[in-house]
């Protein structure tokens, strides 16, 4: 078979929870790429400049990242973890709904920080499930799962399309303000719509056709309330609701026999770095007192593998914010309406590779394919700055980038875990990295590119994606270190702690008692 038995047996056994993870992940790319193709409308919804409607999206990033870092606190139980699940996407679908009734840019930005708040618990409390569930096999279902944001971000736009009006008539409109406004438009994550709407400029007063884009946003609260309802029914299932008491036997009720008869038995003296209590808030892993007694190595892999994501996450949001801005700009000079196609590219790429991915992930062991990304990534910036003036190969390298980055952050989640068996801070220190990356290199490189030129863009992307896979390399080093000090740590522990000699047997005990009378 394609996939091993084991495999179909443990999707099978815990597919309910699986399904509603990915369900989550949907809701979460559905949040992230609406932002883009209604940023114009925002803006004139809001009568705000462009100065202030920039510090909705800054509040959304910054609140993902703290809900990142603090997600890890509901993990205590199964039912804290669910309901914060269960509370975060309805979360999203009540901010979805009153987005049109934000006329206030600083009420706006509260509604994008509490969403982002929401995604954060999601991004962590999902991966954190997964791995806890599928440990060495949840690579192929780490990579399902962040198939699913591609799919949410493929989705949203085509949503708002039809009901974007890209019209705010205005006294006030410059041909600067058009400019800016376009960059925007296309450059931002997710941009998918065609540039037509672009005909009129923008200004600061109120849209005329508010209520046609409002159905965009009330189509997505509809379509994202199917997710909180799934998260209640796994609840339902696991006998958690408060209210009904009498509901179906647990999921893994009427497997725990068979689990328990593959329960394999070690004799081996544990791992040091088993006593640390993993997946948490990234807070309490740092403040876990068993953290003194292990070594650098263990702190190593955690950093290493966070920068090695900070790196390429800080790509991917860097190259569908700016690759709309460096097409139309000298030398590349494409028409407006051919570079907006760029980022569809892009983001198509990203979940087509993440889908290739699940298969790969199964036949391949992760550290191999990060190897194989972040040099795919290296060689196709490489050749962008040499083929720079190309407009083919700038749509082949954008689709070539979405497909090598798409598969790092599960790969390095699945990597570090396995190194760590599954008993360190990982993922919540993975994420939290990510989401820095993210966050602030499209702040850093975004202003060298208004600074230095457009062509900076592809210059910082490859310098970027040289550091990753220079820092894989490290990381795998440190990996090789660490196994060799836990290894030697353990060694160690059985010469200190010899095992009893057993007592002889009545038998042996007569044979040696001739043998000394002889």
């Given at each position: 078979?394609?996939?091993?038995?084991?495999?179909?047996?443990?999707?099978?056994?815990?597919?309910?929870?699986t399904l509603t993870y990915w369900s989550l992940f949907w809701s979460f790319g559905l949040s992230i790429a609406?932002?883009?193709?209604?940023?114009?409308?925002?803006?004139?919804?809001?009568?705000?400049?462009?100065?202030?409607?920039?510090?909705?999206?800054?509040?959304?990033?910054?609140?993902?990242?703290?809900?990142?870092?603090?997600?890890?606190?509901?993990?205590?139980?199964?039912?804290?973890?669910?309901?914060?699940?269960?509370?975060?996407?309805?979360?999203?679908?009540?901010?979805?709904?009153?987005?049109?009734?934000?006329?206030?840019?600083?009420?706006?930005?509260?509604?994008?920080?509490?969403?982002?708040?929401?995604?954060?618990?999601?991004?962590?409390?999902?991966?954190?499930?997964?791995?806890?569930?599928?440990?060495?096999?949840?690579?192929?279902?780490?990579?399902?799962?962040?198939?699913?944001?591609?799919?949410?971000?493929?989705?949203?736009?085509?949503?708002?399309?039809?009901?974007?009006?890209?019209?705010?008539?205005?006294?006030?409109?410059?041909?600067?303000?058009?400019?800016?406004?376009?960059?925007?438009?296309?450059?931002?994550?997710?941009?998918?719509?065609?540039?037509?709407?672009?005909?009129?400029?923008?200004?600061?007063?109120?849209?005329?056709?508010?209520?046609?884009?409002?159905?965009?946003?009330?189509?997505?609260?509809?379509?994202?309330?199917?997710?909180?309802?799934?998260?209640?029914?796994?609840?339902?299932?696991?006998?958690?609701?408060?209210?009904?008491?009498?509901?179906?036997?647990?999921?893994?009720?009427?497997?725990?026999?068979?689990?328990?008869?593959?329960?394999?038995?070690?004799?081996?003296?544990?791992?040091?770095?088993?006593?640390?209590?993993?997946?948490?808030?990234?807070?309490?892993?740092?403040?876990?007192?068993?953290?003194?007694?292990?070594?650098?190595?263990?702190?190593?892999?955690?950093?290493?593998?966070?920068?090695?994501?900070?790196?390429?996450?800080?790509?991917?949001?860097?190259?569908?914010?700016?690759?709309?801005?460096?097409?139309?700009?000298?030398?590349?000079?494409?028409?407006?309406?051919?570079?907006?196609?760029?980022?569809?590219?892009?983001?198509?790429?990203?979940?087509?590779?993440?889908?290739?991915?699940?298969?790969?992930?199964?036949?391949?062991?992760?550290?191999?394919?990060?190897?194989?990304?972040?040099?795919?990534?290296?060689?196709?910036?490489?050749?962008?700055?040499?083929?720079?003036?190309?407009?083919?190969?700038?749509?082949?390298?954008?689709?070539?980038?979405?497909?090598?980055?798409?598969?790092?952050?599960?790969?390095?989640?699945?990597?570090?875990?396995?190194?760590?068996?599954?008993?360190?801070?990982?993922?919540?220190?993975?994420?939290?990295?990510?989401?820095?990356?993210?966050?602030?290199?499209q702040v850093l490189i975004g202003s060298l590119i208004q600074t230095e030129g457009s062509y900076s863009f592809?210059?910082?992307?490859?310098?970027?994606?040289?550091?990753?896979?220079?820092?894989?390399?490290?990381?795998?080093?440190?990996?090789?270190?660490?196994?060799?000090?836990?290894?030697?740590?353990?060694?160690?522990?059985?010469?200190?702690?010899?095992?009893?000699?057993?007592?002889?047997?009545?038998?042996?005990?007569?044979?040696?008692?001739?043998?000394?009378?002889?």
């Open positions: 078979m394609f996939i091993e038995e084991h495999i179909l047996t443990l999707f099978k056994r815990n597919c309910q929870h609406f932002l883009g193709p209604t940023i114009l409308d925002l803006k004139c919804q809001t009568g705000s400049t462009l100065r202030e409607i920039t510090w909705v999206f800054f509040s959304q990033q910054l609140c993902l990242l703290i809900g990142s870092s603090t997600g890890g606190i509901f993990q205590k139980t199964l039912f804290s973890a669910l309901t914060a699940l269960f509370l975060s996407a309805i979360i999203i679908s009540v901010v979805f709904a009153i987005i049109p009734l934000c006329n206030n840019v600083l009420l706006l930005a509260v509604a994008m920080a509490v969403s982002g708040l929401a995604m954060g618990i999601i991004d962590t409390i999902a991966n954190i499930q997964l791995v806890s569930i599928y440990q060495k096999d949840s690579a192929i279902f780490l990579q399902a799962l962040h198939f699913f944001i591609g799919l949410g971000a493929l989705v949203s736009p085509l949503i708002a399309d039809p009901f974007i009006s890209g019209h705010c008539p205005s006294s006030n409109s410059t041909a600067n303000a058009t400019e800016v406004i376009q960059h925007f438009r296309y450059s931002l994550t997710a941009s998918f719509r065609s540039p037509g709407i672009l005909e009129n400029s923008p200004h600061s007063g109120p849209v005329e056709g508010k209520a046609s884009v409002s159905y965009a946003f009330w189509i997505m609260a509809l379509i994202n309330l199917p997710v909180p309802i799934a998260v209640l029914v796994l609840m339902y299932l696991e006998k958690l609701l408060p209210f009904c008491p009498n509901s179906t036997p647990r999921l893994l009720d009427k497997d725990e026999l068979a689990m328990e008869t593959h329960t394999q038995e070690s004799t081996e003296t544990p791992d040091p770095c088993a006593e640390v209590s993993g997946h948490g808030d990234l807070f309490s892993c740092c403040m876990n007192e068993n953290l003194r007694g292990l070594p650098v190595t263990f702190f190593g892999i955690h950093i290493l593998g966070g920068l090695v994501l900070l790196m390429s996450e800080g790509i991917m949001g860097v190259f569908a914010g700016f690759v709309y801005t460096y097409a139309v700009s000298a030398p590349m000079s494409l028409p407006v309406k051919m570079a907006a196609y760029l980022n569809c590219v892009f983001w198509a790429a990203v979940t087509a590779g993440r889908l290739v991915s699940i298969p790969l992930s199964y036949r391949f062991k992760p550290v191999h394919l990060l190897i194989i990304n972040l040099a795919g990534v290296i060689i196709t910036m490489l050749l962008l700055l040499t083929l720079y003036t190309n407009n083919v190969f700038l749509f082949v390298g954008t689709a070539l980038v979405g497909l090598f980055l798409s598969s790092v952050f599960p790969l390095m989640l699945a990597y570090t875990e396995d190194i760590l068996d599954y008993q360190g801070c990982a993922t919540p220190v993975l994420v939290t990295f990510a989401g820095m990356g993210e966050m602030s290199m592809l210059v910082c992307s490859m310098v970027l994606g040289c550091l990753a896979f220079i820092l894989l390399l490290a990381l795998i080093l440190c990996h090789h270190i660490h196994k060799n000090l836990t290894g030697t740590s353990k060694k160690a522990a059985m010469v200190d702690n010899p095992q009893a000699p057993s007592p002889p047997t009545p038998e042996k005990a007569v044979m040696e008692q001739k043998i000394a009378v002889t």
